[in-house]
């Protein structure tokens, strides 16, 4: 009915006549047909208007978001506040000049490298990778230390020294302690890796290049893959996912879709010598977390390494990168 009556002035209609007034001559076919044609030409722009659906705004109203990224949104917001930055320091004396970052706010300390990790208890535990602490808990000089950089409930960042109190190179897994009161401190929630499905989505909290609480979203591209740890066993099951992780990643979390972590990031295959990601990485799977952490920080290493007789190491920590090479084909 709308339609008809914007149609309406521009339909012919029959020419009103004065009885008093001669008949007016008949149009000619020359201006007839100019003013069908104009009549025709603006139907079909108000045909095509009133089928044309109406432009979205450019950015959402308040209130009027995608669902899914408001999800993501909320799903960031709860969960980085549990994701740490680590980094690695040498107290750079004399002999030690020359080489490496260094960091003007811890005296001159020189930064050998960065990483990631999560809160994982109120007592102050932060699991991160193995690798990212793996040449202080090689050295054991008391010029190493480790500094973590967490945040409060205000959103505000603060440090503390970490202390290494446990470590499994069999499953590239460390765990360090910070002292903080535990109201200040926000353990992030435990999910599980048995149900995982291919396909589903996850998401990356970490400080890929010290740049920290970085989100990267992916799904999950394979099950029960199998990686290199560091001491050369295999880590068998792990999890393979497209979701970015980059140095400085190691250590932080996979989450799922409702914030619950299902794994603990720890490689990427790059191109050999190209130093690029090709979207292929690999975290391990939390429940193979769960089962080493208790052991780690009750006893400084995992079941497998005390019936094999290694006696732990209990220094303070630094780290790296982990990064797998492979040929190009």
Known sequence: MALRQLLRPLLPSPPLRNPSLPPSPPPSSSSATALTTRRAAAAAAILLLAASPPPRPARAEPGGEDVDEARVVRLFQEASPSVVFIKDLVIAGPQRRGGGEEDEEEGGAKVEGTGSGFVW??????????????????????????????????????????????????YDLAVLKVDVDGDKLRPILIGTSRDLRVGQSCFAIGNPYGYEHTLTTGVVSGLGREIPSPNGRAIRGAIQTDAAINAGNSGGPLIDSYGHVIGVNTATFTRKGSGISSGVNFAIPIDTVVQSVPNLIVYGTSVSNRVDGIIPFRIWSEGSSHQISVHSS
């Open 121 to 170: 208890d109120s007592a102050g535990h932060i699991v991160t990778n193995y690798h990212v602490v793996a040449k202080l808990a090689g050295d054991g000089s008391a010029s190493h230390r480790c500094k973590v950089f967490l945040e409060d409930s205000s959103g505000n960042s603060y440090s503390k020294e970490g202390r290494l109190v446990g470590y499994d190179p069999a």
